[in-house]
Nanobody, 124 residues
Framework: VQLVESGGGLAQAGGSLRLSCAAS????????MGWFRQAPGKEREFVAA???????RYGDSVKGRFTISRDNAKNTVYLQMNSLKQEDTALYYC???????????????????WGQGTQVTVSS
């Protein structure tokens, strides 16, 4: 299973970015998918997740600003990030949950495959 993130980069505070996560080796339509992030010197943090029925959950720090979605036909998950803040600066990882037919999962041990990450940097 391979997950490849893209769409990261440099954005100004208040701006937007859209991350993509393309999966191969696993049809993700029946799996929960998630986004996590890790800033230097900090622990990995849950950002957003989407279950197989498209239910969603978000970390408190991104609620109302980020939106997770999935396109099962493209085997791809997206993270639309609006109203970016400097504290959103981190390496963003996409992950696929090991269990199928489950709701959105918020803890990283429930995910068995991870991408390499895409850097998001927000400037003031």
């Amino acid at each position: 299973v391979q997950l490849v993130e893209s769409g990261g980069g440099l954005a100004q505070a208040g701006g937007s970015l859209r991350l993509s996560c393309a999966a191969s080796g696993r049809t993700i339509s029946n799996n929960a998918m998630g986004w996590f992030r890790q800033a230097p010197g900090k622990e990995r943090e849950f950002v957003a997740a989407i279950g197989w029925t498209r239910d969603t959950r978000y970390g408190d720090s991104v609620k109302g600003r980020f939106t997770i979605s999935r396109d099962n036909a493209k085997n791809t998950v997206y993270l639309q990030m609006n109203s970016l803040k400097q504290e959103d600066t981190a390496l963003y990882y996409c992950a696929t949950a090991s269990a199928t037919y489950v709701d959105a999962r918020v803890t990283w041990p429930e995910y068995d495959y991870w991408g390499q990450g895409t850097q998001v940097t927000v400037s003031s």
